[in-house]
């Protein structure tokens, strides 16, 4: 009987500790061999470290057998951009088989970001390997990014995620019913408490300071530079508000070094003790070392692994502008600015949250108006949230054209809704359309 090696993809510490909490709860079955296959995705590999180069990873390589690095595999490719060709998929099996020492090994592969490359592209590279996903983040919460071949979608065993929304039930691969399994948040705590561990001495931090978390949104083309900039000052004006007087700034690590200058520069003028963290650590690397008296980000992630396994206080900022500004309307950044906004508490005012018991009834009604295509089936949770939820509050999680397009309420006025269904109306829109534009010529 041949034996099984399962093949481990990350691509951000985060999510290589996610795995070895996984491992340590027994979430995997027992194989012969486990490799940790190392991806990275950054703009310009060459200059960024990978997660095995990083802090804090020593402890997490016991875990496997041998750690292998996809971006070498494939060079001079890129691991975001490069697919094999579907004739060509024998043969890179055949030579990453004998790369990695495979043999005829039965194969297992587990996966992150199962939508998008280097993911796609190590499941097309062995076809008949069955597949695990687990969730890096947030983004597990929304719908699948877009329509996944069959092929790989059917072979999905299970998803593994965090609770970082307690209770909340992702959406992720619904559509191919592949069921959701959480990794327990013991064996997650304790792995990040060997990453803790094994970093280096960090500067010396103030006791309980108010930690500011960057995102480097602006290379993402959600905000620009500047506005980016202004973002992190009102971070720190927003938690001197609030009666902290030492604030730790953890940057990005991909973002400019002017960010850093100008909250210096601020810090002067507000008399607040600043600490620029610039050693690349995870954000719970200084959850569990500094304690920081409050959270203060955007929609990180790290908000919520502070909220739900640290107990920590956190705000968000910013979160409103994006939601309108988030183009297409399907962008898999939508859900996890939406959990953001609807659940941590605002940082320049009081508004109040969503309601606990209403979360489920918003994430699927977000989730069918991304994707209805994909997650058609929710379409009468949909309708049903937006009759009887969509009010004043609630009502920017939405776009008005997006719902009118769809049919949906809070649309078009209801006694108008027979017409985007109707195609002699929609006939008679494009003909004054074009007389318009005949017009103004």
Known sequence: MASTTQIFCASTLYGAATLAAALDAGCFPAAERRLLLVCNNATNPETAPALDEMPGFAPLRDRFDEVLSWNEAISPFHPGAWTPRPDDVPLFERYLRLLWGLGADRVEI???????????????????????????????????RNKLDPLIGTRVRRLLHLDLVPG?????????????????????????????????????????????????????????AREEEDLHVRMMRGAVAKGHRSVVFKPHPSAPARYSRILETEAAKLGVDLTVL??????????????????????????????????????????????????????????????????????????????????????????????????????????????????????????????TSLGLPGGIPERLAFLPHNSTARRVVRRAKALRKAIKR
């Open 168 to 224: 909340l039930v992702p959406l992720l691969l619904t559509e191919f019913e592949v069921p959701a399994r959480t990794v327990p948040a013991a064996a997650f705590l304790k792995v990040l408490g060997q990453v803790a561990d094994a970093v280096p001495e960090l500067p010396v931090l103030p006791d309980e300071p108010a930690l500011l978390l960057g995102q480097y949104l602006s290379a993402l083309d959600i905000m620009s």
């Open 278 to 403: 610039d050693v690349p650590v995870l954000a719970e690397v200084l959850f569990q070392k500094a304690r920081p008296a409050l959270v203060v980000g955007c929609f990180s992630t790290a908000l919520f692994t502070a909220s739900a396994f640290y107990d920590l206080p956190v705000a968000r900022i910013g979160t409103g502008p994006l939601l309108d500004r988030l183009t297409p309307y399907q962008n898999s950044n939508r859900v996890p600015v939406v959990l953001a906004d609807a659940l941590l508490a605002d940082l320049e005012d009081k508004e109040k949250t969503v309601a606990a018991d209403t979360l489920s009834g918003l994430l699927s009604a977000v989730g069918f108006v991304m994707q209805p295509q994909i997650l058609s089936g929710l379409r009468p949770e949909a309708e049903n949230y937006l009759r009887t939820r969509l009010g004043p509050r609630t009502q920017r999680y939405f776009k008005r054209k997006r719902l």
């Open 110 to 144: 587990v996966l992150e970001s199962i939508q998008v490359n280097p993911a796609q592209a190590v499941a097309q590279v062995f076809p008949g390997a069955p597949i695990e996903v687990y969730a890096d983040g947030l983004m597990s919460y929304g719908p699948t």
